[in-house]
């Protein structure tokens, strides 16, 4: 699993993170923390709830359209069809039965349960994500107070991160790991 972003691990990061969660403790009070770890469950659970519906609807839509394709090919297979076409001049040309090659397969089926599912799965994660952080930001900002106690804590943090950078790249130092 570590050849994903998500778990693989950053050391030369380790630490801005601990930077970070020693500007929460020292410039936050406790309800300002708890504030901040509600909002970010909060976010991660409307992404998480967003997938599953968004993967839901894909796989629902996926069966519908195989449903309108067998429904269109058996419609197709029973109807009458010309077998031949006769021109001006008399000539007469068989039409090539194509229905074989119209026929839904089980392959098709497969493909359309991936990528259905698949552009489901990205469409509700988004959606979930944007609902979410639209959410956590109506926590944060609904006590004008603790938005500002979160805003400095955010400044004085970023001043930090700001300031080990330029120590770094006067020392030699690599910006990128």
């Given at each position: 699993?570590?050849?994903?972003?998500?778990?693989?691990?950053?050391?030369?990061?380790?630490?801005?993170?601990?930077?970070?969660?020693?500007?929460?403790?020292?410039?936050?009070?406790?309800?300002?923390?708890?504030?901040?770890?509600?909002?970010?469950?909060?976010?991660?659970?409307?992404?998480?709830?967003?997938?599953?519906?968004?993967?839901?609807?894909?796989?629902?839509?996926?069966?519908?359209?195989?449903?309108?394709?067998?429904?269109?090919?058996?419609?197709?297979?029973?109807?009458?069809?010309?077998?031949?076409?006769?021109?001006?001049?008399?000539?007469?040309?068989?039409?090539p039965d194509l229905t074989p090659f119209l026929q839904p397969t089980q392959w098709g089926d497969y493909a359309a349960y991936f990528?259905?599912?698949?552009?489901?799965?990205?469409?509700?994660?988004?959606?979930?994500?944007?609902?979410?952080?639209?959410?956590?930001?109506?926590?944060?900002?609904?006590?004008?107070?603790?938005?500002?106690?979160?805003?400095?804590?955010?400044?004085?943090?970023?001043?930090?991160?700001?300031?080990?950078?330029?120590?770094?790249?006067?020392?030699?130092?690599?910006?990128?790991?």
């Open positions: 699993m570590s050849s994903l972003a998500l778990f693989r691990p950053t050391p030369p990061y380790e630490d801005l993170r601990q930077l970070a969660e020693e500007h929460i403790r020292h410039d936050l009070p406790p309800e300002d923390r708890d504030t901040l770890r509600n909002a970010s469950s909060r976010v991660s659970r409307h992404a998480a709830i967003g997938t599953l519906l968004g993967l839901g609807l894909g796989v629902y839509t996926a069966v519908r359209l195989r449903r309108v394709r067998a429904g269109v090919f058996n419609a197709l297979r029973t109807a009458e069809k010309p077998s031949q076409v006769v021109f001006r001049d008399g000539r007469v040309e068989p039409i990528f259905f599912g698949l552009g489901g799965l990205f469409l509700g994660g988004e959606f979930g994500l944007l609902t979410g952080t639209w959410s956590a930001t109506r926590m944060i900002t609904r006590d004008p107070a603790r938005r500002e106690r979160i805003e400095n804590a955010y400044r004085k943090f970023r001043i930090d991160c700001l300031k080990r950078e330029i120590n770094r790249l006067e020392s030699g130092h690599s910006l990128f790991p």
